[in-house]
Structure formats: C-alpha cells, structure tokens
C-alpha cells in the first residue's frame, strides 16, 4: 500500500496552504503524505471516510493550564484537555518555573500522549494554586536570570514566558514585575505572554491610586514585537475595554508594533466585551481554551493540604462551567469571525507566533501527522459566557478524533460541554 491512512471526503482548511474545499488527506510513516481530491481509496491500508466533517491541522491549545498536582487544584491532566479532547498540542501558561521545569518535562512532556510546550513562568512559585496568593508574586519573587538560564537550557519545551499585568498586582508593587517579565523575555530572545484583566482582588487598603484603565498603557511601551497580549475580551476591568465602553487607542499601537493578540477564553470571557473589540477591528491572531481546576467541572482527587477555605469568589471567577477549545472555536464563529481565520487561530498563527516547530500546525506534505477532525453541525445553539450572557450560534464545532504523529485518538475526555440546542 502507498499510505497507512486516508481520510477521505472531508472538508479540509488549512490556512497555511491555502487549502479550503473538500479533499483527501493521506499519512505515510507518522506525515502527511497528500492532500488532494479523490485520492484513490485503493492506496491506503485503512480509508475513513469523514464526509460532512471539517479536516484541520491538529489543533493548538494556547493557553492551557496542565502541570497536574504540583500547581494544586488548577492544573488538570493533559490529555484531557489535549488528545481526548481531539486538541493535539498543548502550551501550558505559567504553570512552571525554573525551579519546577525538571518535573513538568519528567511528569507531563514525556509521558503525555498530546505534543506539550510551555511559556515558564516568570515568577519562581509557577503557578502554585492557581495564583491565590498574590504575596509569591512580588518582585521579590522574580529571578530574572535562573528563568533565564531554565529556558536557555531547554529550548524543545519552553517558547516563551508567562506574566501578569492586572490591578491586584499593580496596587501592590506597581509595574516592577512586568519590568522584569520584560527583561527575561529580552535577554532569551523569547516572546513574553502578559495576563490582562483582573486576577487578585485589591489588597486591604484598596487600589493605591492604581487606574485600571491606565495598565494597558503602561504595560505596552515595555513590550518588543512577537509578543502577546492575552484577554482581550475579559470582563474584569484592566482589559482592552475602559469602563466607558471603548476600546483603548494604545491596543491599535500595540498591533502595529508587532504584537500579538490572544484569546485566553477561560473564565474571563464576555461576549459584550469581545463585540466591542471586534467592532473596532481589534481581530485576535490566536485562540486559547483556558480551562483549569476552577473554572472547569470535574473531580478532583483530594490534595491534603490544599486551601479548601477558597471560594470562586475569592479568584475573581464565575463559576464552573464544561467548555475546551473547539468550544471556544464556535464561540468566535458566533461572533462573526470567519471559520478560515478560526482555524488558523487554533493552528497555523500559534505555530509561528508561539514560536513551535515549523513541522506542526499545517498540512503540508512532510508535516507531522497531527489531524483534527470536527463535527460541524447546524442549527440553532445557545451559547453562554462567563457573566451569564447567552447568544444563540447556528453552527456547533465539536471534536470527532484526532491523529497526534498519525496515531488515532478518540474523543472521551469529561470536560466537553454538552450541546444546548436553543
């Protein structure tokens, strides 16, 4: 046989090639053999056919939250989010530091069945309980040069570095972190991932003078091209909406700086912000789910130890809802965005903005053998965020399988929403 697989029938976009109509996709030896229409079936040791689905690159979670135990309740098991999910590689934000990286490559990357990376913390805690202490987040708890040693030492797993500018950090120590998230990011010649949007409450004496719609233009001026502004669509104050409803001028300045946007959807995500946003041409280049130990149900095995008393409330966060990234994808649909710009958003734009292989992320022959395939169904879908707003979709995206090096996942991970029909 001239290919151990062919998936024929489906619709195929692959934003990087330029391929946007139905075809064939052929896997030789763990790569991507052919795309083309009406390969002959005859060629392949195993045909499926996937007519009526949509065939994409394997898709690339941008924010993923998966450094399970060591940061606590929040990070969640990988392939859960990743392969299981139909999701063929992962980018863990800020749950590792340069302390803790031994372990994430020992306990996640190496063993896990999803393609993992990660943006290193640029605090020495990671992301311990999901940041609920803001007090390890200081400057003090910075070191800029052992997080920039870490990433030097092991450039296959970590593209980049992770930080937080929001209102709970600057009423405490002002803008001194991100100076340093800055500097690291400069010195290992590596993108810098900034958190926009509240995270901690304000501290007991309040916000000490700190504007929340004055961080953006504070932040920006120390950023270099490449990198990444996350959030845009939040709905905590310090995102890219003033509390007067506009969109702030200096984001239009970032993105001609060369940076870039992504859309951490998560707990933080409101459609009235992100119709904002998008009506003043603010379009995302990247898509991320978001999902962690408190924003999304499942059980959790129980962590002698860990801080019970916590409520959602005290992490700024709504509630626990089910949602991944294919979620997040129809989401954008709803919103207007074109479904070619989606998918690159969740393919091809993280590969090159993220700084991972060039052989991930598109379909081109030669490519690694990592393939999503979604449902597309059509209808009339409700669809809500995290300040209970619903909008109805009159498309659903939904994970079928996925090939991770050409080897077939099937799609059972508990944390996919179910389907409201509105």
């Given at each position: 046989?001239?290919?151990?697989?062919?998936?024929?029938?489906?619709?195929?976009?692959?934003?990087?090639?330029?391929?946007?109509?139905?075809?064939?996709?052929?896997?030789?030896?763990?790569?991507?053999?052919?795309?083309?229409?009406?390969?002959?079936?005859?060629?392949?040791?195993?045909?499926?056919?996937?007519?009526?689905?949509?065939?994409?690159?394997?898709?690339?979670?941008?924010?993923?939250?998966?450094?399970?135990?060591?940061?606590?309740?929040?990070?969640?098991?990988?392939?859960?989010?990743?392969?299981?999910?139909?999701?063929?590689?992962?980018?863990?934000?800020?749950?590792?530091?340069?302390?803790?990286?031994?372990?994430?490559?020992?306990?996640?990357?190496?063993?896990?069945?999803?393609?993992?990376?990660?943006?290193?913390?640029?605090?020495?805690?990671?992301?311990?309980?999901?940041?609920?202490?803001?007090?390890?987040?200081?400057?003090?708890?910075?070191?800029?040069?052992?997080?920039?040693?870490?990433?030097?030492?092991?450039?296959?797993?970590?593209?980049?570095?992770?930080?937080?500018?929001?209102?709970?950090?600057?009423?405490?120590?002002?803008?001194?972190?991100?100076?340093?998230?800055?500097?690291?990011?400069?010195?290992?010649?590596?993108p810098i991932y900034i958190h926009f949007g509240q995270l901690w409450p304000l501290p007991a004496d309040g916000d000490n003078g700190i504007d929340a719609d004055t961080i953006l233009a504070q932040v920006v001026p120390l950023l270099k091209k490449g990198d990444i502004?996350?959030?845009?669509?939040?709905?905590?104050?310090?995102?890219?909406?003033?509390?007067?409803?506009?969109?702030?001028?200096?984001?239009?300045?970032?993105?001609?700086?060369?940076?870039?946007?992504?859309?951490?959807?998560?707990?933080?995500?409101?459609?009235?912000?992100?119709?904002?946003?998008?009506?003043?041409?603010?379009?995302?280049?990247?898509?991320?789910?978001?999902?962690?130990g408190y924003n999304t149900t499942i059980p959790k095995p129980s962590m002698a130890g860990t801080p019970d008393e916590h409520s959602d409330k005290d992490h700024m966060f709504f509630g626990q809802v089910k949602f991944s990234l294919v979620s997040a994808m129809t989401?954008?649909?709803?919103?207007?965005?074109?479904?070619?710009?989606?998918?690159?958003?969740?393919?091809?734009?993280?590969?090159?903005?993220?700084?991972?292989?060039?052989?991930?992320?598109?379909?081109?022959?030669?490519?690694?053998?990592?393939?999503?395939?979604?449902?597309?169904?059509?209808?009339?879908?409700?669809?809500?965020?995290?300040?209970?707003?619903?909008?109805?979709?009159?498309?659903?995206?939904?994970?079928?399988?996925?090939?991770?090096?050409?080897?077939?996942?099937?799609?059972?991970?508990?944390?996919?929403?179910?389907?409201?029909?509105?």
């Open positions: 046989m001239k290919y151990d697989l062919l998936l024929s029938g489906g619709f195929v976009i692959d934003p990087r090639n330029n391929v946007n109509q139905i075809c064939d996709v052929a896997v030789k030896d763990g790569k991507i053999a052919l795309v083309a229409p009406n390969i002959d079936r005859s060629s392949a040791a195993e045909q499926i056919n996937v007519s009526g689905k949509l065939i994409t690159p394997g898709l690339i979670d941008t924010h993923a939250h998966v450094f399970e135990y060591v940061t606590g309740r929040f990070g969640l098991e990988a392939d859960m989010c990743g392969v299981d999910s139909g999701v063929t590689t992962l980018i863990d934000q800020g749950g590792p530091s340069c302390m803790t990286l031994p372990a994430f490559r020992e306990y996640v990357v190496n063993p896990k069945k999803s393609r993992i990376f990660t943006y290193l913390s640029s605090y020495l805690v990671g992301g311990m309980e999901g940041h609920y202490y803001p007090s390890l987040y200081k400057p003090d708890c910075v070191d800029v040069a052992a997080t920039v040693k870490s990433a030097l030492a092991n450039p296959d797993i970590v593209k980049g570095f992770k930080a937080h500018a929001e209102l709970g950090g600057f009423a405490r120590w002002g803008i001194e972190v991100i100076r340093q998230a800055a500097e690291i990011g400069a010195q290992a010649k590596l502004l996350a959030h845009p669509f939040t709905r905590h104050p310090g995102g890219f909406v003033d509390r007067k409803g506009k969109v702030h001028a200096i984001v239009q300045e970032a993105i001609a700086k060369g940076l870039k946007i992504d859309v951490g959807h998560g707990s933080h995500f409101s459609y009235k912000m992100a119709q904002i946003a998008l009506q003043a041409g603010i379009v995302p280049d990247t898509l991320g789910a978001d999902m962690h989401a954008m649909l709803a919103l207007g965005i074109p479904i070619e710009h989606v998918v690159a958003m969740s393919s091809w734009n993280p590969q090159r903005y993220f700084g991972l292989p060039d052989d991930i992320g598109h379909l081109g022959v030669g490519a690694l053998a990592d393939i999503s395939v979604l449902n597309d169904d059509r209808g009339r879908f409700e669809l809500i965020d995290n300040e209970g707003t619903k909008i109805t979709s009159d498309r659903m995206l939904t994970p079928a399988f996925c090939f991770r090096d050409g080897i077939r996942h099937d799609v059972r991970s508990p944390i996919l929403p179910q389907i409201l029909a509105a």
